[in-house]
């Protein structure tokens, strides 16, 4: 005989999206114009939010798009934002500002990825820094976490692989603690378990004074040094817009610059 899970209700996602973000319901009520009292009958059950409150009081919870959608669900309501996939036409203008935004950064690296870094669109800087690599990695779709912690595939070219193996890890603890997601904790269960050779510690090179913690990999008989930034949609309405991820990868040595211009050309 199979056990149905029960179904999750709308004051318990309320009450989990709250603690996580710290913060009481006294002051969840003053940030969303309600009361105390009306947060805690709806964490308990006792009285149902209204589809206004409820998209306020996860507005003030900062909830990702799609968890907005499943708070809905779970009050009986309709889902208040889409969900379109990126290849369709009404997606085109999107898609379009995104590939002259990438093109445009040229000869530096930068690429799109989605909520489990699957990669949506790349430049030729990062296709220069993957070239080389085994063809099981570079057959769609790509992942990007995937490509650079396979012992396979940028692993063994980055210098600093422990630090920056560690910064990739917590990144992705971060998002699974804000978000219910199955297949992005399935990859980082995936990448955390890849196996790590040690380097041989390189000569000691001059001191370069970064301004973050940077990539450093070797391509093509050169060490290159990069920061990365990523940014994201300011109030997206789509959930596939909101799970969008813009890095782009800055030299952070002027030798790096000099090189992939002089590459680029």
């Known amino acids: 005989m199979t056990t149905r899970k029960p179904a999750v209700t709308v004051g318990q996602l309320l009450r989990t999206w709250r603690e996580r ?3 009481s319901q006294l002051e969840l009520a003053n940030r969303a114009d309600s009361s105390s009292r009306h947060i805690s009958f709806v ?3 006792r009285s149902r939010p209204g589809e206004e409150l409820l998209l306020r009081l996860a507005d ?3 909830i990702p798009v799609r968890e907005r ?4 669900l779970a009050a009986g ?3 208040h934002y889409a969900e379109t996939p990126l290849s369709d036409p009404s997606m085109g203008l999107l898609r379009e500002g995104l590939e002259r935004l990438l093109t445009g950064y ?3 690296p ?10 949506v669109a790349a430049n030729r800087g990062i296709a220069m820094l993957l070239d080389g690599l085994p063809e099981h990695l570079l057959t769609p779709p790509l992942n990007a976490m995937r490509i650079t912690l396979h012992p396979e595939g940028l692993a063994p070219r980055i210098r600093n692989l422990p630090e920056w193996r560690g910064h990739l890890l917590a990144q992705m603890e971060r998002q699974i603690a804000l978000a219910r997601s199955e297949p992005l904790r399935a990859l980082y269960e995936e990448v955390s378990a890849y196996p790590v050779a040690e380097r041989v510690p390189a000569a000691a090179a001059d001191p370069v004074p970064y301004f973050a913690l940077p990539l450093v990999i070797e391509h093509d008989g050169h060490v290159l040094s990069f920061v ?6 300011n109030t997206p309405m789509d959930v596939t817009v909101a799970e969008l991820a813009i890095e782009t990868m800055l030299p952070a040595d002027p030798a790096t610059a000099k090189y992939l211009h002089s590459a680029g050309h």
């Open 21 to 23: 973000r710290g913060i």
């Open 43 to 45: 964490e308990t059950g």
């Open 60 to 62: 003030r919870l900062d």
């Open 69 to 72: 959608n499943a708070l809905l």
């Open 77 to 79: 309501y309709a889902p």
């Open 106 to 108: 040229e000869p530096y």
């Open 110 to 119: 930068a690429l799109v990825v989605d909520a489990t870094y699957h990669v």
């Open 228 to 233: 990365s930034s990523i940014s994201t949609f």
